[in-house]
């Protein structure tokens, strides 16, 4: 279909595409964290957060003990999405890695080169058990559009 035909729900309303969905949670509008591990995906997650229309926040991960979800100026994010590249790693094991209440995206920002290191295969595991979304790429823009869909 295209954007803004009009469809029919099961409950007999019309809907369109590219509106919310009343009395659906997951169509609401929820504020979404970006967090960077390293340099190259903090300075990523930070041209993210600039860009954004105050749907999107910049998180900084605040030590090993706080979740991933944690408040940002007092206000819980609806979704989680945190950059790494295999180079930060070392910096990435230091953190508490679990289930969030919030919709958790990691994105492994690398060049699909080059062998992977057993931290990264096994980091890469633990993150996958615990994230609704996993995804190894090599293109900024990709995570980018993916919080523009979170936050949308």
Request: a neutral charge; aromatic letters at 2%; glycine letters at 12%.
């Amino acid at each position: 279909m295209k954007a803004g035909a009009e469809m029919t729900t099961g409950r007999g309303r019309q809907q369109g595409f590219g509106r919310r969905i009343a009395d659906y949670r997951n169509s609401a509008p929820r504020l979404v964290k970006v967090i960077g591990i390293g340099a190259a995906a903090q300075a990523l997650a930070e041209d993210i957060a600039a860009g954004a229309r105050g749907s999107v926040v910049l998180g900084r991960h605040e030590g090993a003990d706080a979740p991933l979800d944690a408040p940002v100026a007092g206000v819980v994010p609806g979704a989680v999405v945190v950059v790494m590249t295999q180079s930060s790693i070392p910096q990435a094991l230091g953190h508490r890695i679990e289930r969030t209440a919030a919709t958790l995206s990691v994105v492994m920002l690398d060049s699909a080169e080059g062998a992977v290191a057993p931290e990264v295969a096994g980091l890469r595991q633990r993150l996958r058990g615990v994230a609704d979304m996993f995804a190894a790429t090599s293109d900024p823009e990709f995570v980018q559009e993916l919080v523009a869909n979170l936050a949308s």
